[in-house]
């Protein structure tokens, strides 16, 4: 079961993982960051509700991460991804490349070679650690040759999708309280905002004293035949400049 084909994986401390980057976050997560001085950005992205389509994996995995949005005439699914800022490098990211507060790292960082997406295969030529890191002695095993992820690694990784399901609506509610309403589109690209760190706290609070009142959501993409179908569709596109910058799909 551990023979040939199996993907092991030893952390070498390289650093490469915790520089250059936004880290996902589950919403206590995210406070938990700002509370050490962090920043914390957050990506958006929009696809529609289509309740026809609620027995396909694909499908459900992803709106089980969203919550639910008006644009225009549509109902949308709207994903809301906080994640901490490591540019250049990670706050937290201490001398000789050690963590500082490894004991209460987040989830993706425990988590890190492996996927939490259950529909991306890890790749490790996709990863940035050297090669050292798949072939050393003290590697453990994180996909057996029966394809059977290692046990706790499998835990991990469910933790994760389930607290991305549990904060849904309420990352979007604290995105409402921000004012923040443009979304990407999924495959297309993401709206980032970098708000304030107050603002954010402020946010967090309004939502959990229940002031929030929802909002309309607009679209924002890339390529002319998207918007053509998007409009078709009655969902509303933005025409404006705002505190978002849009990150193509891909970069």
């Known amino acids: 079961m551990y023979g040939a084909g199996a993907v092991k994986f030893a952390c070498v401390g390289c650093g490469a993982c915790c520089r250059g980057r936004f880290v996902p ?3 206590d997560e995210a406070f938990a960051w700002l509370a050490r001085g962090g920043e914390v950005g957050i990506l958006l992205e929009a696809f529609l509700v289509e309740p ?3 027995h396909e994996p694909r499908y459900a995995h992803d709106s089980g991460r969203a919550g639910i949005g008006r644009s225009g005439y549509a109902d949308l699914n709207v994903i ?7 540019q250049p490098q990670c706050p937290n990211l201490g001398a000789n490349n050690r963590c500082s507060i490894y004991a209460e790292r987040p989830l993706v960082c425990r988590i890190y070679p492996m996927e939490i997406n259950p529909f991306i295969q890890l790749n490790p030529s996709a990863k940035d650690c050297p090669p050292e890191s798949w072939s050393s002695a003290d590697s453990e095993v994180l996909i057996a040759t029966d394809r059977r992820v290692n046990p706790e690694f499998a835990t991990l990784i469910e933790d994760s999708r389930e607290a991305d399901r549990r904060d849904a609506a309420s990352k979007l509610s604290i995105c409402q309280a921000l004012g923040y309403s443009v979304a990407g589109w999924k495959g297309n690209g993401l709206t980032l905002y970098l708000p304030e760190r107050q603002r954010l706290v402020e946010a967090y609070s309004a939502v959990a004293q229940r002031s929030v009142i929802a909002s309309q959501w607009t679209v924002q993409v890339q390529g002319t035949a998207l918007e053509d179908s998007l ?9 404006t400049a705002g505190e978002h910058v849009f990150v193509p799909a891909g970069q």
């Open 52 to 54: 026809a389509r609620s």
């Open 80 to 86: 809301a991804i906080f994640a901490g800022v490591a």
């Open 25 to 27: 976050l589950t919403q």
């Open 231 to 239: 409009q078709r569709r009655g969902i509303r596109l933005n025409d």
